[in-house]
Each structure stands twice: as C-alpha cells, then as structure tokens.
C-alpha cells in the first residue's frame, strides 16, 4: 500500500480555498490514528508504579508488561497494509478504532496481570496499523501542491497524544489524592488512566464515517465514478479527472511491488543501503529516548521527585516533544536532513552526559542534591528537545527517501521492523538496568547518540531537494 508519486497534472496542483478546508479536516481525521499512537503508547508512563505494587512484581516481569504491545505494534504494522489494500483505508481506521476502545477498556479492568499484557497486545496491534494507514491515506487524498504539510499532521497529532496522556494522567493523579493506586470514580487510578482512551478511540470511530475512501482504493477495486468524485472533492471542479484517474492507473500499473529478495546482496547478507536504513532506525531507539515517554515518572520518583510533580515534568518533556517536532518541520526542507541529524545527536550526547553525572551522586533522605536534581530535570528536557527536532521526524524522513525505487517498500518494512525491536529491547531493559545502575544505564544512551555521530557523517547521504528516483 503506497501513495502515488508520479507527477499531477497541472490542474491537479492547487485545490481552491473551499476544497482546502474540507481536506484540511479529512487529513486532521485520519490523524487522530496518529494522536491514539501516541496516547497509547504513553498512557503506561501513569501506571507503571501501581501495577508493580498491585501484583507485586519485579522489575523484569513489570518490563515485559510494558514492553509486549511492542510486539502487537510490529505485528499490526506488518499486517496493516495488506488488510487496508484488501477492504479499504477506511475499513482499516474503523478496525484499528475498535481495537483501541477494547484495549482501553481491558486495560481499565483487568482480571490479572497476564490479561492486563493481552489488552496491551491489542492496543498495540491498533499502534501498528495506525503507524501505516494514517500517513498512507493523508498522502492518498491529499491535493499534491499540500501533501507535505498535510503529511505532517500525523507526527504533530503523534506528539499531540503523547502530551494530552500525560496532562490526562496528572490530573487525574491530582484527582486521586496523589496515590496511583487512590480511588477514582469506583477504580484505582491508574486504571482510569488507561480507560480514558476510550473517549478518543470512539472519536476516532466515529470520524472515520465522515471521511472518503482513498480514489487509489477505489480505482484498484474498479470504483471509477466513484473515485472521481472524491478527487473532486479534494481537489476542486477546474481539473481534467479523467487525466487524473489515468495518471493514478498508469502509477499503480508500473509499480514494482518489492520482495524480501530483493534487499539481499553484498558481502553482509542485505546490501549496504539496507543496512544503513537498520542503523537510523537502531541508532534512533537506542538513546534511550522512549524511557522518557514510558518511564519518566517512575524515573523522577526513583529520586526523590514527589509523584505528582514527577507527573508533571512528564507532561513537560512532552511539550517540549512538541516544540521540537515544531522546529523539525520548519526547518528539515531548509537545512537538509543530515545537518539536523548531526545537530540533534550532539545536543543528545550534552543532555544524557549530564543525566548520567547528575544520576551518579548517592541520594540524601530518598532524593538527589538539589544541584544535581536540578542538572537531571533540565538535561532530560534538552535531551526530548534535541531528539525531537532532529532524529525523531528525520530519520522517517530519510527511511522514505533513501532507497531505490525498486526496493524501497520492502526495505522501509525491515527499517521500521528493525525500530520496532530496537525499542523493545531498550523498553524492556530499562528497569532492570535501572536497579542495577542508573547512572550507567545513561552512559549507554549517551555512547550510542556519541556513535551515532561518525555514523551519519560517514554513511549516511543527504536526500535533501533530490528527486526519489535519484536514489541508488
């Protein structure tokens, strides 16, 4: 399932300001995949404390718990375009709406620890589709001269949900008394914390009937009419649709759909394209970046921050999310891809050099110095900064321009297969890590950003202003 990259028609290239509106709404429904991607996947960071102490569980077997919707997302976004190719893009929002609303409620009620793990499962599943078909559909519908702007709606709704779910969860927690495990509308905490999705998840539903199927779905299934009135739509009265309709046909007939054969060659089983797409992806998980979105809360009351306000300093790093991701879209098309890249990972090495020397004095009365609770709070916040605006939207940037048109489906599949692992491996690690040494667990994120420097300088090629069939 891929969008249509040849060239529009001339009349294709501007959609009149009363089209523009409605796509700008069709575009912004279809993202709140994206804003459920984010919210689910850092609601947990408000339960993590409460579900140990409920079921009384280590540090690994918590982990895992935290970490196993990982393998429902790697599913979910391996799946996920087959099933939309099969039954629409719609149908597959309105599946992956449905799986939300369930996960949400099971995670509110759990029975045990092990359904609680089931329910994250399938909240994942939904995480991994939504991962595809938001940025798949928006690309679809949208008028050509807007797709990049329209495109980016799906990352901010990401960041978006990630900060609504920790600003959910301190108010609640505010609600709760500051007990995660204090009774809350007949339930603990925590548990209404991973119920409230419910409401988003059901929205998302709901737009999902209030939107078109893509015109490439249709005319793959024989809808021609049909397609052309939705390009209308999108598009406004003053352009040749039978010339669009061809246009979109004659793409989908030359396409090459690309095989997990393709991508083998070189001395190291895949070719060395291959393999850099892998390292961005690894490189991108393994500074540690999802601890903060994760685990932020339980981190800062490992030190001594009162809960609430560890709550809240999670609810502040996700605005700064925001802001990167801000300052990323302004300037990715301006700068180029690699300078960001390399901006990004020097800021990375300051803020976790700083959070590993801030995290290696003993705690006095449960809690850091303040000199150096101070150091850890601010370095956190510059590490979030610099990630966002830099390796958070570039890397995705790159994955969908680096590799050759006749194997770039498949390769993006193993990049972003090889993303999913990477972080599973650094979610279910971390508190074990943490208990045996916090400050080291930081030297290890800060290596790899350190690595990921002569890694971008030496093999990465910057994609900036070069046609996709340029890339080799």
């Known amino acids: 399932m891929a969008s249509t ?8 290239r501007t959609a009149h300001p009363d089209h523009l509106g409605h796509v700008i709404f069709i575009a912004a429904a279809a993202a709140m995949g994206g804003f459920l991607f984010g919210y689910d996947s850092s609601v947990i960071n408000g339960a993590v404390e409460a579900i140990r102490d409920r079921y009384d569980v280590g540090s690994a077997v918590l982990a895992q718990v935290i970490a196993v919707a990982l393998v429902g997302c790697a599913i979910g976004a391996a799946t996920a375009g087959r099933i939309a190719d099969r039954i629409g893009r719609i149908r597959c929002m309105q599946i992956a709406a449905v799986l939300f609303t369930v996960s949400a409620v099971g995670s509110a009620l759990p029975f045990a620890l092990w359904d609680l793990a089931m329910w994250r499962i399938i909240g994942g599943f939904a995480i991994g589709m939504a991962s595809v078909i938001g940025p798949a559909y928006i690309a679809e519908v949208s008028p050509p001269a807007y797709r990049g702007r329209l495109g980016s709606f799906q990352q901010a709704a990401i960041v978006i949900g ?17 007990d995660q495990r204090g009774e809350l509308m007949g339930l603990e905490a925590w548990q209404v914390m991973l119920g409230v999705m419910v409401i988003p998840a059901i929205l998302y539903g709901l737009l999902s009937f209030a939107i078109p199927e893509s015109p490439r779905f249709l005319l793959s299934v024989g809808k021609r009419e049909r397609a052309k009135e939705i390009l209308r739509e999108v598009e406004g009265k003053d352009v040749d649709f039978d010339a669009r309709v061809a246009e979109i046909e004659h793409a989908m007939h030359r396409e090459e759909k690309s095989s997990f054969k393709d991508l083998l060659g070189g001395s190291f089983f895949f070719k060395p394209i291959v393999w850099i797409g892998i390292g961005l992806s690894v490189f991108q998980q393994f500074v540690g970046i999802n601890v903060a979105f994760y685990y932020s809360s339980t981190l800062w009351q490992s030190v001594g921050v009162d809960p609430t306000q560890s709550f809240f300093y999670s609810f502040t790093t996700s605005i700064i999310n925001i802001v990167g991701t801000v300052i990323a879209m302004i300037f990715v098309d301006r700068i180029g891809r690699k300078p960001l890249a390399l901006i990004g990972s020097v800021g990375m090495v300051i803020g976790l050099a700083l959070e590993a020397w801030a995290f290696s004095f003993d705690l006095v009365d449960g809690k850091l110095p303040a000199t150096q609770g101070w150091v850890a709070l601010i370095a956190a916040h510059v590490f979030v900064l610099f990630f966002a605006l830099s390796w958070g939207v570039v890397v995705w940037v790159f994955l969908g321009e680096m590799f050759p048109n006749r194997i770039r489906a498949a390769a993006l599949g193993v990049a972003a297969s090889a993303q999913w692992i990477a972080n599973w491996a650094i979610t279910a690690s971390f508190p074990s890590l943490a208990d045996w040494n916090l400050s080291a667990t930081y030297v290890i994120y800060t290596i790899f950003a350190a690595l990921s420097i002569p890694f971008v300088l030496k093999f990465v090629k910057e994609t900036k202003g070069k046609a996709l069939e340029e890339m080799g």
């Open 162 to 178: 990630i900060a609504v779910s920790q600003l959910v969860n301190w108010g609640l927690l505010n609600a709760a008394g500051g």
């Open 5 to 12: 990259s040849q060239a529009p028609s001339p009349g294709a």
